[in-house]
């Protein structure tokens, strides 16, 4: 009983955070519908960034936070103004966006690794303690980082419902000639898009390094995780990814208290395989 | 035009031949003949992998996966159950064929796009995990060594004529394929599904078929990539063969019968130049691709049809001119 409570709460948070991360792809596929394979690495970047300005600038972890954020919005800004724009508008865009994110991704890797090296980087927690709820035992930590995830959602999904910008990325989403008739532009409105979801994709970087280790090579782990999540809730849909992400993480617990830990990943492609066949839209996503 | 431009290409490409199948006999080192032995085997993979996302527009990810089948059950057979290679290789690839068309061929019938991306990659990312857990029949983590050559005593050489063969084979058959009626239908379903269909081709027969024979395919490439090289771990599925994979076919060309080969021979022995800048390698071997996508998104073998349309026309210019010499002399 104690343990599959244990893993109910450890399945809550990993999946919290599993949605964050998959908030960053989700975006930028529901708006764009280029579909972000460097994901992994920019959640990373953001990891190291933050750690960057916590060790050497000797910031607080959150100022740290702070800080990255502007750099990762400029960061996807550039990568959809002079890559990303121009591959669009070629025939064969969806698999040429696809082969030169994987490439800038491994780029950004092994350029990752020359600067900060093999090791394991700590991110320090942001709360520490812990306390006792019945029997089980929660960190400060996670609880902290739930509430965060939880924020970061509402923040998000206000943004998109009340602000203009927002209310114009949506409409892109829904039809890209529908909303330049009204008079958005579309590719500033990308620009914005792409500025926003890699924030949001080294937002969770950082929070994911703070609960697991950080190494170079973890992004594409990270990586093939949000793909299964926004593709079992439902490509480009906001809720999708966090119920996808919190189903996933779920199962994840389950399967590493009843089988170990190794079964995780056959478990999810046996999920994610029935899923498609039943439902190739995902769990909450609408007609295609 | 056109015929003079075929012969110059037959030329070109026999004398390469007959270069290729000379080369061992006129005294190659042996981590030559290795790295010639590479690259036929990896002009397999990549050819079978271009039968997917080149010539059929689906997106596969997974192709090092279906190798790795191919591999590890051509290995696995030959090993503890001491079967010939002349099965085991057809065997495997069988393997492949039937593991691939089952677990993607079909579930992908109702995926587009990035979709059949995603299960494609998810399916080759399965596999370390599955490896790693049947450690008593696939050697876990540490892979299968010692497996069997391709007859008692063959060496380097003979793994040559051998890969050699099989690469000149399979890239006739992809040649055939490409030509004949399944391969338009191929085309046609990529360049336009509405289209296609509306003239009788069936997506479902069409799409299992290129899942089966391109995992067929790479299963083949597999048996020979374990056979002349002795071993096979889940490394083969890491990140790097991938995305040299990848790299081999848009370098080359992607959707050419000659683009995924040139491409194979420029990243097999353009990473022999690259081993000594070490680390920096997959940084290169990344930025290579970007580059190519961004700026020469035919890859070379565009870029060799371009010059060669320019030196078409430059001599078509030249006896333009001497025909006018002519008449002005007979003037």
């Keep these: 009983m104690e343990s599959i409570l244990n893993a109910l709460v450890s399945g809550f948070v990993s999946g919290s955070l599993y949605a964050i991360m998959a908030l960053g792809l989700t975006i930028i596929y529901g708006i764009s519908r280029v579909f972000n394979f460097g994901h992994g690495i920019v959640a990373v970047l953001g990891g190291y960034l933050a750690w960057t300005f916590f060790t050497r600038a000797s910031l607080p972890f959150v100022v740290s936070l702070l800080f990255m954020l502007p750099v990762m919005y400029l960061l996807g800004w550039l990568v959809y103004r002079y890559a990303i724009r121009g591959l669009m508008k070629k025939p064969n865009a969806d698999f040429s966006t696809v082969l030169f994110m994987l490439g800038l991704g491994i780029m950004l890797e092994n350029i990752i690794l020359q600067i900060f090296g093999p090791r394991v980087k700590a991110v320090p927690e942001l709360v520490t303690g812990s306390i006792m709820l019945g029997a089980i035992k929660i960190k400060n930590h996670e609880l902290a980082l739930m509430v965060i995830v939880l924020l970061g959602i509402i923040v998000l999904t206000q943004f998109f419902k009340r602000t203009r910008m927002g209310q114009a990325m949506r409409a892109v989403a829904q039809s890209i000639p529908g909303a330049g008739v009204v008079g958005i532009n579309i590719e500033r409105i990308f620009g914005y898009t792409f500025g926003l979801a890699f924030m949001v994709t080294g937002f969770s970087g950082a929070l994911l390094a703070s609960k697991y280790f950080m190494i170079p090579h973890i992004g594409w782990d990270w990586m093939v995780k949000g793909f299964v999540i926004v593709a079992f809730g439902g490509m480009g849909s906001i809720p999708g990814a966090v119920v996808g992400a919190l189903v996933l993480g779920m199962a994840e617990s389950f399967t590493t208290l009843a089988l170990g830990a190794v079964w995780v990943w056959p478990v999810w492609f046996i999920m994610f395989l029935v899923l498609l066949l039943l439902r190739p839209q995902g769990l909450v996503g609408g007609r295609n | ?331």
């Design chain 2, 1 to 331: 035009m056109k015929k003079l431009n075929l012969t110059r290409n037959t030329v070109i490409l026999a004398v390469v031949l007959l270069l290729i199948v000379l080369y061992p006999l006129l005294g190659a080192k042996p981590y030559h003949l290795h790295l010639f032995i590479l690259f036929f085997i990896w002009a397999m993979v990549a050819s079978s992998w271009n039968l997917l996302n080149g010539i059929s527009g689906i997106n596969s990810l997974g192709n090092i996966g279906f190798m790795a089948i191919g591999g590890y059950g051509s290995a696995i057979l030959a090993k503890t159950f001491g079967l010939s290679t002349l099965i085991t290789i057809p065997l495997g690839g069988i393997i492949a064929m039937v593991l691939v068309t089952l677990f993607l061929g079909l579930p992908t019938l109702r995926l587009k796009g990035v979709y059949i991306a995603l299960l494609t990659l998810i399916f080759a990312d399965t596999l370390p995990t599955l490896l790693t857990q049947t450690r008593a029949v696939t050697g876990g983590a540490v892979g299968l060594h010692e497996i069997p050559p391709f007859f008692a005593g063959a060496g380097k050489i003979h793994n040559y004529y051998i890969c050699l063969a099989a690469f000149l084979v399979m890239l006739y058959v992809i040649h055939r394929l490409i030509k004949s009626n399944t391969g338009l239908a191929f085309v046609a379903l990529r360049d336009s599904e509405n289209l296609a269909t509306s003239l009788g081709v069936s997506r479902f027969r069409e799409r299992l078929k290129v899942f089966a024979i391109s995992a067929l395919l790479s299963g083949l490439a597999g048996g020979f990539y374990v056979h002349s090289l002795g071993d096979i771990s889940p490394t083969t599925l890491a990140i790097e063969p991938f995305l040299m994979g990848i790299a081999m076919m848009e370098l080359g060309g992607i959707g050419t019968l000659f683009g995924p080969v040139l491409g194979a021979a420029i990243i097999v022995f353009g990473s022999e130049f690259l081993r000594l800048a070490d680390v920096l390698r997959m940084t290169i071997l990344g930025g290579l691709i970007c580059v190519t996508i961004l700026f020469f998104p035919g890859g070379l073998m565009q870029a060799f049809r371009k010059l060669g349309n320019l030196m078409d026309r430059r001599g078509k210019r030249k006896r333009g001119e001497s025909v006018q010499a002519k008449v002005q002399s007979a003037d």
